[in-house]
């Protein structure tokens, strides 16, 4: 609902981007964070914001592909 009212809410792109883990829609994900990451360039004024919230899926990503590719002891 929020990206309706706001498409380019970074919050929700990053926490909507996450759940797209959460399901393994890992291609989902990398295009949320690849939007973040084009929001940053061509937002000057916001772009602290779109890449602090593109640096977290970042993190997110690696984390789910450690995850599900590393055997865990």
């Known amino acids: 609902m929020a990206l309706r009212i706001k498409p380019d809410y970074a919050p929700a792109i990053e926490y909507r981007a996450e759940a797209f883990l959460g399901v393994d829609?890992?291609?989902a994900a990398q295009a949320?964070?690849?939007n973040l990451r084009q929001m940053a360039q061509s937002d000057s004024a916001q772009a602290a914001v779109f890449t602090a919230y593109a640096d977290t899926?970042?993190?997110a990503i690696e984390r789910y592909?450690?995850?599900r590719f590393v055997p865990q002891k």
Request: avoid cysteine.
């Open 25 to 27: 829609s890992v291609d």
């Open 32 to 34: 949320a964070l690849a």
């Open 57 to 59: 899926l970042m993190v």
């Open 65 to 67: 592909r450690l995850e």
